[in-house]
């Protein structure tokens, strides 16, 4: 893998990471000066690995006491290391063609993974949830023994993988707009191709099979960015293809997360609302729990893995939730069914 | 399929389940006279089936203002038939192993199955939840077409199914041996293997993996009961073989279960509760939440279903849950820890 800096590629990802966490955090701590800060949270990984976890959250006795801006938000950076039993790198080979591997070599192979992950509920019901993520994942050659520990390995396949999606209670069309636009911009710097293969990817990720329903309004999904062939990318299209032209693109799309999301919640949290409206975005997150224990990949693929951070991966889940058996709410003609219809048929959103 | 009686056994089942239904709701009426009755609500499948579903909810926008027994409850039956494509049916072969299939034929083939299906959440935290299952199975031929639709279809493989369990809050262990012995009891009068052996599995299903934790204080589950061997009871053990007997005992656990759980609800729905251990218990009906949609086979394969009926499923899930990272609720020495210990280590409760 070439590189312009004099840094290897995960350690370019890892400290850029750093500094987004920090900058993420530091944005939404000025949005409500009077509520207590996240709470960071450093851990280390017995099996190989340390993290930093930002977490908002006012656990309380009586959750109608409290007026602060967000109800729960965590933004979490990993950067996990250790290695892949072959089980897993068959399972990774199907999403990741580039992988050299023998399957029938029964080996072990040594992987990294960094990334960032965040998600935002807001306590009113005017401002959507949002969930992000920028991850890197390198596979490596097995480290000889005896071999000087400051060595790098020799990096066998990396790619780039991401995106950001939004999750209203209510429909603004504005708020809709304004995401899908700062994303795009971000895409379009790169690649043309980028923006609309990746929406349509996370309309299709973000899917609730048993609701026939997005979760979302969507954003970008993508994974196995790298310089080898793609499958949803035409192989002639101009595109990033070294490590650092797409780094460059992950950082774009990186910075875009306070400007895409903050000028939302600006105009959001001071919105008067409802008991009606708040009971409806607690079933609303009803389905954001629904999609994430029954078909996100990486809530799954987390769970199962021995040693995971329990703690770190379920931080997604909304603090307070409802279910309601044939919920009356989201009608033709209401309010909450306008945010219905669009989740059954998934809106271009910019042109 | 002998039969002691001139009806078929799905008819015998299907006139049993809708009186215990009838039973068991009009129990949980009596609790609460002042509160709604349950909604009936019957529905019916296009693919072929019917059902009752018995839901008791008090939707509201302000939940601070309920004070009914139950806070969210569903007693449902239903009666479904349709075809198996091949590959539900290899799923279900790798369970029942006296299904007659040939692997190779690519056939679908024709389904019955009849059952009683219900989870009470009650509003005080003292008060358990409590879930419980009765269902029966058969494989038919396929019709010959022009055949006499009166005439019943040679029955190729049938099964019992079931069982009950308490997932309280706190604990308090006179229930859980109330609980245990009443179901122990109706067990003993059949086989005094069943018990045992019934509550080692329901243990093993009622276990979420990456909470290393069980789901509640146990009961019984059981499945694939018939004339056939059965992988988990001795094929010497003197219990019931034929369908009558069988049947016979399902019926004992099904009028077991309102002494099982009224006398417990009687004694915990008048105690005083605070805010802290209302916190805690929605902070367990998160774990609730967690179990059903990740691990529980019959809420993965419903979901699955073409057709299938979403919110007769998902009625099993509370009405109000919490998620809080890194809980500090639950701690050693305290009442909410005395539970976990329990959940951590399953307990004989009756010898």
Known sequence: MSSSSSKPMRTQVEEYIVSLQEQIV????????????????????AQGGLGQSCVFQVPSDDSTKHDTVLEKAGVNISIVHGKLPPAAVKQMK??????????????????LATGLSLVIHPRNPNAPTCH??????????????????NEQPKVLAWWFGGGSDLTPSYLFEEDAVHFHSTLKTACDKHSTIFYPTFKKWCD?????????????????FFDDLSDAAHARLPDDAPRPRT??????????????????????????????????????????RGRYVEFNLIY????????????????????????????????????????????????????????
């Open 296 to 351: 996100d990949r990486g809530t799954k693929f987390g769970l199962m893995t021995p040693g995971a951070r329990v703690e770190s991966i379920l931080m997604t889940l909304p603090e307070t939730v409802r279910w309601e058996y044939q919920c009356d709410m989201g009608g033709e003609g209401t309010e909450e069914g306008r945010l219905v219809e669009v989740l059954q048929k998934p809106r271009e959103w910019v042109q």
């Open 204 to 220: 299709e990720y973000f899917y609730i099979p048993h609701r026939q329903e997005a979760r979302g309004v969507g954003g970008l």
């Open 94 to 111: 199907a999403d990741h063609s580039s992988l050299p591997y023998n399957p029938d070599s029964q080996e072990s192979i040594p992987f």
């Open 132 to 149: 992000a993520n920028y991850r890197y994942f390198e596979v490596t050659e097995p480290l000889v023994e005896g071999a000087d520990p």
């Open 26 to 45: 530091t944005a939404l701590e000025r949005l409500d000066p009077k509520a207590p800060a996240f709470k960071r949270d450093s851990w280390t990984r």
């Open 243 to 284: 490590a650092d032209e797409i780094f460059a693109f992950v950082r774009s799309l990186g910075d875009a997360f306070v400007p895409s999301y903050i000028p939302i919640l600006e105009r959001r949290i001071s919105m008067p609302y409802t008991p009606y409206q708040r009971r409806w975005q607690l079933v609303r």
